[in-house]
């Protein structure tokens, strides 16, 4: 369950961002986790809310976008999509290929209050 | 509490000497922040104006601050020329069995020091230290890996381990410790005969993050139906840059490979000097 230190990290991350622009609570943080990452987004949604308890996270509702995995693949030169690390390349069937995309874990932006 | 972690229970470095430091562990620079719900108690909640509602943007990497201390840790690793290795595998593949059987053949050798992280007790600990290896044991209580800031910790209790080896022992765990860097120079990640040849698959994130995998327990294979082969195809289909070896810590079998994997890892850190 590394998704609960995420989401304290994420909950960190308000906490500096109110230090320099104040707010009062937040209403929604929108998140960008990559599906090559090895995040589970309900997973996280659970951690989110147990550790947003007491702080001003409290009550947010987190926004979970899902960049596709993308990959080039070394063996044909294509960038192709790729869904998980398993997958073969969809144009030559290799297993050669280094991701460019999709393994992102950012926080994007903040709707306050 | 530990900045990455969402237990609320600080990660306890189980010392040699119980010495109660209070462990205010001062990263100098960065912060902790603590979550200190400071009331700033708006009780009234008559609806805000809609124009004090805004957006605000971050745009900042949620693991940056483990990545931040995990930077920090790699560059005194540098200047120490320390080797430090993050073995990960999932439990009971036989993590500190080979490191017992390797600080055996290499204490005199060159400087040797351990970092154990399990969720409870200092067993691991004590069986390095048998070895008359310097070894510190970090409990994560609730937690299922190890962070950077743990091993900063670690590190500033341990002492730098110069011109030597650090090995890092993950939690038994193939899932998480594969998301936090520590500031290794390689995730080694063990895998046993007695597991099964799909673990790779079943497991991918951690496969795709080993510089090195070492397939464990290989005196075990005259008892077994495990086609080895099949292993390492699976683990080239996730990773096809890792170099596999084959060990059994038991019988000394492959050790051999081990040694000269560190040792040439040892020497790319001397040449980055």
């Known amino acids: ?113 | 509490m530990c900045g990455v972690c969402g237990c609320g229970t600080e990660a306890k470095i189980v010392g040699a000497h119980e010495h109660p430091h209070s462990h205010a562990h001062a990263h100098d620079g960065h912060e902790h922040p603590h979550a200190h719900p400071h009331a700033h108690d708006h009780g009234h909640d008559h609806a805000h104006p809609p124009e004090a509602q805004r957006r605000i943007r971050v745009e900042r990497d949620i693991l940056e601050k483990n990545d931040r201390f995990a930077g920090e840790n790699r560059l005194a690793f540098q200047a120490a020329r320390t080797l430090a290795l993050n073995l990960v595998s999932s439990p009971g593949a036989g993590k500190t069995s080979l490191l017992v059987r390797t600080l055996e053949k290499a204490m005199g050798r060159y400087p040797l020091a351990v970092i154990e992280g399990d969720q409870q007790t200092s067993l691991d600990a004590q069986r390095i230290k048998a070895t008359g290896a310097p070894a510190l044991q970090i409990n994560t209580g609730k937690m299922c890996h190890l962070d950077a800031t743990m091993v900063a910790d670690a590190v500033a209790e341990l002492g730098p381990t110069e011109d030597g080896v650090l090995f890092i022992e993950n939690v038994g765990n193939l899932v998480c410790p594969a998301g936090f860097d520590l500031g290794e120079a390689a995730k080694v990640v063990l895998v046993s005969v007695t597991e099964g040849e799909d673990k790779p698959l079943k497991y991918p994130d951690m496969f795709h993050a080993a510089g090195l995998v070492i397939v464990t327990k290989i005196d075990l294979l005259p008892h077994l139906d495990f086609d080895i082969r099949a292993l390492v195809a699976n683990v080239r289909r996730i990773n096809s840059a890792t170099e596999v070896l084959r060990v059994s810590a038991r019988t000394g079998e492959g050790m051999d490979g081990w040694f000269a994997w560190l040792d040439a890892r040892r020497h790319e850190v001397e040449e980055a000097r």
């Open chain 1, 1 to 113: 369950m590394h998704e609960l230190s995420l989401a304290q990290s994420i909950i960190d991350l308000v906490e500096e961002q109110r230090g320099g622009e104040p707010f009062a609570r937040v209403r929604t943080i929108r998140v960008s986790i990559g599906q090559l990452s090895n995040v589970d987004p309900r997973a996280l949604e659970f951690g989110f809310e147990v550790v947003a308890r007491g702080t001003v996270a409290e009550g947010a509702s987190l926004a979970i976008d899902r960049p596709p995995g993308r990959a080039y693949c070394t063996d044909c030169s294509a960038t192709v999509e790729i869904a998980t690390r398993t997958d073969a390349c969809p144009t030559c069937a290799g297993y050669r290929w280094v991701a460019v995309g999709g393994e992102e874990l950012r926080v994007i932006d903040l709707e306050v209050d």
